[in-house]
């Protein structure tokens, strides 16, 4: 059973690496996130079959006491710049929802993808005003954020592609992306009218990809932001990169960043 020496490293450890996060949530949220955590861990042997924020946590502490790297703490450090970065445009009860689905969400979500749609969520948050996480369309399906500009709508939906570059075919890759864009977006907008599905947008984010396809793919990749639904059958902003890229920080790219890395990164 969870005791309280356990709450007290586990809450000091998120003080040391993630301190942004009680500025969303109360020490008494996070104790009930290590408690569900606890007994999740406890019906799985011990762990948890999901690369969640769980498992990362685990990791973190493994880590911090460990000290042969610091891979996990720079996501964490990543992770903590963002929840910074959210506090400028001072709308914390629905990132608040967010980041509480982020810790909760034991059975099928992703570390890194959740961390890529904090990220997304952020760099859209500089440009429109948040207005609900997990917005639930005419249609029933849910997107993952309602975003408002200038009185106008528009619904993103974060898309993560976890690519096998073993798979990577320079003349089909165009076909497969776009093919990949255009069923997520048909998923979302199923049974809706054309000036509903007009304003959803995808906002894919790319993992595993090599610097030399980005560089290969530069053309497509930019064009993607250029779509309109009446022409392609989906809407796109354009391609993100999540990772570490050329062994410099943990981050959320763009591809101008990554093709013209010295340009940004000196």
């Known amino acids: ?17 993630l301190p942004n996060l009680f500025e969303y949530i109360s020490e008494k949220e996070f104790e009930q996130f290590l408690r569900k955590s606890y007994n999740h861990s406890e019906e799985h042997g011990g762990g948890t079959p999901n690369n969640n924020f769980l498992v990362t946590f685990f990791k973190l502490i493994e880590e911090h006491y460990i000290n042969t790297s610091s891979d996990i703490r720079n996501e964490f450090g990543y ?11 001072g709308n914390n ?25 904090i990220a997304a969520c952020v760099d859209l948050s500089s440009k429109a005003n948040f207005l609900k996480y997990e917005k639930v369309l005419d249609n029933g399906k849910s997107i993952d954020f309602h975003f408002e500009k200038q009185k106008h709508n528009f619904y993103v939906d974060v898309v993560s592609f976890d690519f096998d ?20 977006f048909e998923s979302k907008s199923t049974n809706l009218n054309n000036k509903i599905k007009e304003h959803i947008v995808i906002y894919p984010i790319l993992y ?3 610097v030399k396809i980005i560089k290969e793919q530069e053309e ?22 999540f990772g570490n890229i050329q062994g410099t920080f943990f981050n959320l790219f763009s591809i101008d960043q990554i093709v013209n890395f010295e340009k940004y990164y000196k």
């Open 1 to 17: 059973m969870i005791n309280d020496t356990i709450i007290k490293n586990g809450i000091g450890l998120m003080k040391m690496y």
């Open 79 to 89: 992770f903590n710049f963002l929840l910074d970065k959210f506090l400028e445009f």
């Open 93 to 117: 009860k629905n990132f608040k929802s967010l980041i509480l689905a982020a810790l909760n969400n034991f059975k099928s979500s992703n570390f890194k993808h959740v961390l890529g749609e």
């Open 165 to 184: 570059i073993k798979k990577y075919e320079k003349e089909n890759f165009k076909k497969f992306l776009d093919g990949r864009l255009l069923q997520k």
């Open 208 to 210: 595993g990809f090599t």
């Open 220 to 241: 497509y990749l930019k064009s993607i932001h250029l779509t309109r639904y009446l022409k392609n059958g989906f809407q796109s902003f354009e391609p993100k990169c």
